[in-house]
């Protein structure tokens, strides 16, 4: 199965980890991950005032960029594209809902682009990667591929924000969601509820106001060691880098905390499906989670 | 109310599509709000104030640089505001004049070395013009 497949500007830097485990791991489940051909950024963010239809066209482009794989043949018949990136997932699919909502708004941002592309058709659906395990894979076929079940490792899923909300781009039910639980359970794993999972890590505040999001990650990272996990699953790089590398923050603020582990859901899967150090790129994450992996399951 | 202090209350309107005259300032939005304690007005005193048009009070007000955008209080509002999208029509009123929030070359170099493009590029969309 060939699947178009938006990668964003962070999976090629520092959340590498997430790609190379991801794309890995799906070729394990007979998925092949095709990377756009001339994607571009998406803005990271939705842009919500209601006149604001010039920061719709990055995400538009790329949306068009899946049509013509189809065209091209690159795809056959797949008008969906899958988004790794928690941040991106939600911008591609507001800004494709909100041009899909009003046919003026497309045909306004079609006249733009005229010169230079093909007009979008609003015909493509953006899916985050979790969906296509659990809908179009099946956790059940994940679960056969298991080749070191992680079965002392106490894992707490951590959603975040945009994964969820606001609720019609939710991938799952938006007050309990299962999804991550589900695909942990697969793997092995001991999944361990938290009461901070779908709460928010503090966002791009990181960048001007470091203080307040090392709070945010010292509350949500102290539910989870309450709740007795060993350790934190994500699938943004915004919040992993809030959670994980703002630790560093954390502990100037709390000198007493004790850091965890962080890691993103695909590098579970790749660790789970025993594909090798080379795709599970640990070095990439800031709280070392060699130490409590070679405690809990090699 | 004289007819000028309606104009922010407008502006919102026609920036975010929500009519704040629904808000029974229920407070849900404030409790929810994962970062209101940093805020010098929580978000149903800002609702309240833009509501009464007293503009100036909310423009200066620093609540809507701290919001996260999290839509924690969009999902809870009995009301169905998306609060996000207010602060988001606020902030947009202050930086279409112009007005950035923060200055990019400020930011220390090491932390920029850090910082991830994710991080770099949502805090530029949410605090430049």
Known sequence: MKIPYYPGCTLKTSAKNLEVSALESAKVLGVELVELPRWNCCGAVFSMATDDL???LAPIRNLIRVQEMNEKGIVENENRVVVLCSMCFNTLKRSNMFVKEDKERLEKINNFL???????????????FLELLKNDIGFDRVAEKVKKPLKNLKIAPYY????????????????????LENLLEALG????????KTRCCGSYQTVNRKELVAELAYDILNQVKISGADCVVTSCPLCMFNLDTRQEEVKKAHPEFKTIPVFYFTQLMALAFDLGESFYRFDLNYVNPKPLLSEKIF | MVLEDRKLLEKIKELSGIDLSVCMQCGICSGSCPAVDQMDITPRMMV???QLGREKEVLDSKAMWICLSCFTCYARCPREIDFAKLGEALRQVRLRKGLDYIRISEIPEEEFKKLPQIALVSCFRKFTS
């Not at chain 1, 005229?114 to 985050?128: A, F, K, L, W």
């Not at chain 1, 794993?189 to 901070?196: E, L, N, P």
Request: glycine share 4%.
């Open chain 1, 114 to 128: 005229s010169d230079t592309e093909e007009p979008y058709q609003g015909n493509i659906e953006v899916i985050h």
């Open chain 2, 48 to 50: 309240r104030l833009i």
């Open chain 1, 160 to 179: 975040g924000c945009l994964l969820l909300r606001p609720e019609e781009i939710a991938i799952d039910n938006p007050q309990s969601p299962k999804v």
């Open chain 1, 54 to 56: 010039i920061h719709q």
């Open chain 1, 189 to 196: 794993a001991t999944v361990v509820d938290t009461q901070f």
